[in-house]
C-alpha cells in the first residue's frame, strides 16, 4: 500500500503563487508515476500535472502550461506542484495520486482557493 499526505492548499489573491506538496509513504519502491489532479465543484476529476518518476517525463493540463511546474525530491518521496499567477479557475480541490503497477493511490486532497 502508498500512502499520500498532501499539504500547502489555502486561500490566494489572483496573480499570486501557492506550493503543494505530497508525501508518499509505505511501497513507494514500485510507484510508477505521480500526479496532481483537481476538481471543482460540479466539474469531473482533471489531471493537472504528472510525473514519471523513471524518466521524469512531466506533462500538463493546457490550461496551467507555463504556470504550473511539477517536481520531486527523493530523499524525502516527495512531489510538489508550484503553482504562480492563479486564477480563480484554479479554484478546486487538488489531489495527488500515485500509480503503482495497476493500482492507483489517492490523497485526501487539499482546497486552493483563488480569490480577491
Known amino acids: 500500500q502508498v500512502q499520500l499526505a498532501e499539504s500547502g492548499g489555502g486561500l490566494v489573491q489572483p496573480g499570486g503563487s501557492l506550493r503543494l506538496s505530497c508525501a508518499a509513504s509505505?511501497?513507494?519502491?514500485?510507484?510508477?508515476?505521480m500526479g496532481w489532479y483537481r476538481q471543482a465543484p460540479g466539474n469531473q476529476r482533471e489531471l493537472v500535472a504528472g510525473l514519471t518518476l523513471f524518466s521524469g517525463y512531466t506533462n500538463y493540463a493546457d490550461s496551467v502550461k507555463g504556470r504550473f511546474t511539477i517536481s520531486r525530491d527523493n530523499a524525502k518521496n516527495t512531489v510538489y506542484l508550484q503553482m504562480n499567477s492563479l486564477k480563480p479557475e484554479d479554484t478546486a480541490v487538488y489531489y495527488c495520486?500515485?500509480?503503482?503497477?495497476?493500482?492507483?493511490?489517492w490523497g485526501q486532497g487539499t482546497q486552493v482557493t483563488v480569490s480577491s
Open positions: 495520486n500515485a500509480k503503482r503497477y495497476s493500482q492507483d493511490f
Open positions: 509505505g511501497s513507494t519502491f514500485s510507484i510508477a508515476r
